[in-house]
């Protein structure tokens, strides 16, 4: 049997939310592989340019920014037919963005319950909507959605986000079967805590919505939660997805890789 190898040489892929954290090493670790990338987000404008050119320099790749905004739908479905016109396909579309609130439901405000399952949720549908054509008419495609552990069980205080992220795995499964001949497959990564931008600010959110200190949201709530008791890294996340999006991954399909150090074992 031959070596499994990940080039992507010659791939569009677009990452939403990808100007910080995971979505930006997700890109990052696309364009090592070969493939152009189109990033997305709402961070500062001299820092995404920043990281724009880096990952073009050091990769060798074409790679764009895209400023839609995941709470419109008409600005999600330029950002995917823009790619498309500037380059000719698009091959990946990872759906990564997030945002998060920690509240008791009934302390929950209803703007950020609304946002959260806008960003975390329905612009999946969006971008996935505006993909589809595109990919079935070239008769291949890899879409990905960052979904969580919270996809798979749930926390207290984070009613929204669990919400979303369980709805994103429903999502993944049904548009999985609708496309599941024409050479197209939706998978999800399901992450543990990663120590991201996001979680860093969870942590303080966390110690006021339980009364305790930081210290102990890291060490009894957070890595509580995996057996491990490590955060999970961006390389590890990457390496999922470099699996998914190969033709190593080609039947996968409607499911799922859990990077969570054992969290949804238990």
Known sequence: MSGIRTDLTGQVAIVTGSTSGIGAAMAEALAENGAHVVLNGLGDATETEALRARIAADHGVEVRYHGANMLKPDEIADLVNSTVAEFGRLD?????????NVAPVDEFPEAKW????GINLSSVFHAAKAALPHMKKAGRGRIVNLASAHGLVASPFKSAYVAAK???MGFTKT???????????????????????LVENQIADTAKARGISEEEVVRDVMLAAQ??????????LAGALLYIVSDAGANMNGSWISVDGGWTAK
Not at 92 to 100: D, P, V
Not at 114 to 117: H, L, Q, R, S
Request: net charge negative; with cysteine; hydrophobic share 40%.
């Open 227 to 236: 057996p491990t008791k490590k955060f999970v890294t961006y390389e590890e």
């Open 92 to 100: 990946i579309l990872m759906n990564n963005a997030g945002i998060q």
């Open 166 to 168: 369980h709805g994103v």
């Open 175 to 197: 548009l999985a079967l609708e496309v599941a001949e024409q050479g197209i497959t939706c998978n999800a990564i399901c992450p543990g805590y990663v120590k991201t931008p």
């Open 114 to 117: 609304d946002a959260i399952i």
